[in-house]
C-alpha cells in the first residue's frame, strides 16, 4: 500500500507543477497572442488560473498527509515536505488574497476595460505582484520536483542493485 501511495504523490506532483508550468508558460501566454479581446483573454486566463490553483490545494493537501503518514513529525524537517507547505502558502495567498481583489477591481471597470480605467495603476501593481509570486511558486515547483526525484532515485538505487546481483 505504501509503494501505490509514493507513486501516487509522484503523479499529484506531476499535475500539480505540470498544470501550473503548462497554464502559467504555454496556454496563457499563447492565450493573449491568438486572442484578440484582451479582456476575454483575461477572464479565461483567469479561470485557468483559478484551475491551478485549486488542483494545487488539493495536492498540497495529499502529499501533506503523504508526508506525515510516511514520516510522522519528521515531515516538518523535510525541505520537500517545506517547499509544499510554502507553495500551499503561496497559492492560498494569490487565490483569496490577491485574485478577489483583482476581479473587484475589474468589476468596478466595468464597462470599461480595467486597463482604460483609473484602477489601471492598481491593477498592474497587484497583477505584477501576482506574477511574480507565481514566478516563486513555479522555481519553487522545479526545486520540488527534482528534490523528491534526487530522493527516489537515492531510495531505488539499493533495491535496483540488489536485484541485478
Known sequence: MR????????????AWI???????????????????????????AGKMFTLVAYIGMVCAC???IHGINKFGRAAFRQTAF??????LLLTIIMQFG???IMTSLKAHALPVDIMQSAFAGQFKMLHGISSLLYLAQSLLGAVLVLKTMRCSIIELSPS???SNS
Open 3 to 14: 509503494k501505490i501511495a509514493d507513486s501516487l504523490a509522484w503523479l499529484v506532483i506531476t
Open 18 to 44: 505540470g498544470s501550473l508550468w503548462g497554464i502559467g508558460y504555454v496556454a496563457v501566454p499563447v492565450l493573449f497572442q491568438a486572442q484578440p479581446d484582451r479582456m476575454l483573454a483575461g477572464m479565461l
Open 62 to 64: 495529499y502529499l501533506l
Open 82 to 87: 517545506r517547499i509544499v507547505i510554502l507553495l
Open 98 to 100: 490577491i485574485q478577489p
Open 160 to 162: 535496483t542493485s540488489h
